[in-house]
């Protein structure tokens, strides 16, 4: 008895990959996701350390980078 429940079961398995597979391929492929955004160099804000993307930085005069108007500030004072 428990033989043939395994031997069921093993056989419900085996059936339900075979339909999925033939499933897959029928069915139509999703498109590839668009280009995926490049990833962009970070830089720690001279004030407080927090680290920001380098486009989003703010540069001073110096060439210092801050992740905030306010840090570039406190710093100034």
């Given at each position: 008895?428990?033989?043939?429940?395994?031997?069921?079961?093993?056989?419900?398995?085996?059936?339900?990959?075979?339909?999925?597979?033939?499933?897959?391929?029928?069915?139509?492929?999703?498109?590839?996701?668009?280009?995926?955004?490049?990833?962009?160099?970070?830089?720690?804000c001279k004030?407080?350390?927090?680290?920001?993307?380098?486009?989003?930085?703010?540069?001073?005069?110096?060439?210092?980078q801050f992740?905030?108007?306010?840090?570039?500030?406190?710093?100034?004072?």
């Amino acid at each position: 008895m428990i033989l043939r429940l395994i031997a069921l079961a093993i056989l419900i398995f085996f059936a339900y990959r075979l339909i999925r597979r033939a499933a897959d391929r029928l069915l139509p492929q999703a498109p590839p996701d668009p280009k995926a955004p490049e990833s962009q160099p970070i830089v720690p804000c001279k004030a407080c350390g927090t680290f920001v993307p380098r486009d989003e930085a703010i540069i001073d005069d110096d060439g210092d980078q801050f992740c905030s108007e306010q840090c570039r500030d406190r710093l100034r004072q």
